[in-house]
């Protein structure tokens, strides 16, 4: 079970989060899609593999359901030594901070422990491409990874 977890201001990341999932399934791994506002830090290590998938607002800063979320982790510090996790960040390249918000939240997820699995992936809403071809093609090419780890 691959878990996707988005954190999101205005509700793009929710929609990258369902396609991704939606790929995931429709190539043979199941996949559940968490809200971070509703993900238990506690029990994050034992979710073995998550995608998390954030934006970036303000100015550089976390979007609203996002910052719960690291928030609880930052409190809490759990020990995600167990955990596998792939990232990916929407943003606007126009803004200096482009992108920070989902480098945030990998860089606490991996002094905590976690290991990433393949490259961030990025949705850059100042370029032409759809939200929704950006989030497939990084998990595209993160699958035959993903699918190694979940075995
Ligand atoms: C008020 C506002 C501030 C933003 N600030 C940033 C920013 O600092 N850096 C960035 O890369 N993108 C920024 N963005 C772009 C958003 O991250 C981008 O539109 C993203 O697709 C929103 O995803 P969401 O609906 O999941 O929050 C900003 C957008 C708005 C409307």
């Not at 995608?51 to 995600?80: H, K, M, N, W």
């Not at 699995?117 to 929704?132: F, I, M, N, Q």
Request: hydrophobic letters at 40%; a negative charge.
């Amino acid at each position: 079970m691959i878990t996707v977890l988005f954190g999101t201001e205005s509700g793009n990341s929710e929609m990258a989060a369902d396609d991704i999932a939606e790929f995931i399934r429709e190539n043979g791994e199941e996949a559940q899609v968490i809200p971070m506002e509703d993900c238990d830090v506690s029990r994050l290590q034992d979710a073995g593999l998550v995608i998390v998938i954030t934006s970036t607002y303000g100015e550089g800063e976390l979007p609203e359901t996002t910052q719960p979320f690291y928030d609880a982790l930052r409190a809490s510090r759990p020990d995600l030594g167990a955990l596998k996790f792939g990232a990916f960040g929407l943003g606007d390249s126009t803004y200096e901070t482009y992108g920070n918000g989902i480098d945030v939240v990998s860089t606490l997820l991996n002094e905590l422990g976690a290991h990433q699995v393949g490259e961030t992936g990025r949705h850059d809403a100042a370029k032409g491409v759809p939200l929704s071809q950006a989030a497939l093609d990084w998990v595209d090419r993160l699958l035959p990874s993903l699918s190694r780890r979940a075995a």
